[in-house]
């Protein structure tokens, strides 16, 4: 009897050392903290209702971050604050190639994609009082160009820079989109940069109580721009998109990607890639950008690789072999 209970004994332990490395090998996590944006962006609300979902689905702990959007998210990823983020897929080539600005911090390779998610659209919101009709005439005026060190301020140099304007030509002010409609509902500035899906919650809420103007990026400026930087596309906000915007306006966009800390398991983010596919009606409930989502746009034109995990599942799929 007791050479069986000895027997038992060790295959019990056998078994419960299996049992053990296989959770390792999975990889099993507890939580994932999202990194997101302001509150007057797309990404905090976006963010929000992709996290609400990814709970449901997995039991993870699920923790929602505003923050200072696509750069500050990269450097959170990087310092194992955050695990998964929204940024520009422009902001994450700077990061991966270590150039623009992130040439002082070096290459930053520590995250890995999910997928793009929606175009993300450059959006210059002007007061037409000002004399303000087009994005030459920012020449010398009170500019928001967002959150200082943001992939905001650095397409909004971008652009000024198309239109011959660099940032000594404006009276350059650095505030969050909903501190900027603020700025601008109190003639404290003059104009402004967004850089969201639209419709943006800073700017609808501003149309609704201020006589304001959407900036068109004319072709002719866009096709310069589009040469200089191919990470940019062009797009059409739709008429009525804002309160008083009755004509479509021409600009350009980029594209807002989904990524996540190398470190984080294989199937862990396969769960998340799956879910986030799969389930976007959810989220879409939660925020209209999630109708946006989709395998072809996620997959094309990301300038760094995708996580494991996620490429299980376009794998799975057939979306990439």
């Not at 400026?221 to 059409?236: G, S």
């Not at 395998?295 to 072999?321: M, N, Q, W």
Request: proline share 3%.
């Amino acid at each position: 009897m007791k050479k069986i209970g000895l027997v038992g004994l060790a295959l019990l332990l056998c078994f419960s050392v299996v049992a053990c490395n296989r959770t390792a090998e999975e990889g099993r996590v507890e939580r994932i903290r999202i990194a997101t944006g302001g509150t007057g962006g797309t990404y905090y609300p976006l963010g929000t209702a992709i996290g609400q979902v990814w709970g449901e689905q997995t039991g993870i702990s699920i923790t929602i971050q505003s923050t200072g959007a696509s750069r500050a998210n990269i450097q959170l990823i990087d310092a194992g604050e955050v695990e998964v983020a929204l940024v520009q897929n422009d902001v994450a080539d700077y990061a991966y190639r270590g150039v623009d600005m992130f040439a002082a911090d070096g290459r930053i390779t520590s995250f890995s994609a999910i997928g793009a998610l929606y175009p993300e659209v450059i959006q210059v919101v002007a007061n037409p009082a000002a004399g303000i009709r087009t994005i030459a005439d920012l020449r010398g005026k009170r500019v928001s160009v967002g959150d200082a060190g943001s992939g905001t301020e650095f397409n909004s140099r971008q652009i000024l820079e198309i239109y011959g304007i660099t940032f000594d030509d404006i009276q350059r002010q650095n505030l969050s989109f909903a501190a900027s409609a603020e700025a601008l509902k109190d003639n404290r500035i003059d104009a402004f940069f967004c850089v969201a899906g639209p419709p943006a919650p800073a700017i609808t809420d501003l149309a609704l109580t201020n006589n304001v103007i959407v900036l068109e990026v004319d072709a002719a400026h866009a096709a310069r721009l589009k040469e200089r930087y191919p990470v940019y596309a062009t797009f059409n906000i739709p008429a009525n998109t804002y309160n008083g915007q009755t004509a479509p306006v021409l600009t350009v966009s980029i594209k807002a990607a989904l990524i996540v800390a190398n470190s984080v398991s294989e199937n862990a983010v396969y769960q998340f890639t799956k879910a986030l596919f799969e389930l976007k009606d959810q989220i879409a409930l939660g925020h209209a950008r999630g109708n946006d989502i989709n395998v072809e746009y996620a997959i094309d034109g990301l300038p760094f690789g995708f996580h494991p995990g996620a490429l299980r599942y376009y794998r799975e799929i057939g979306a990439l072999r």
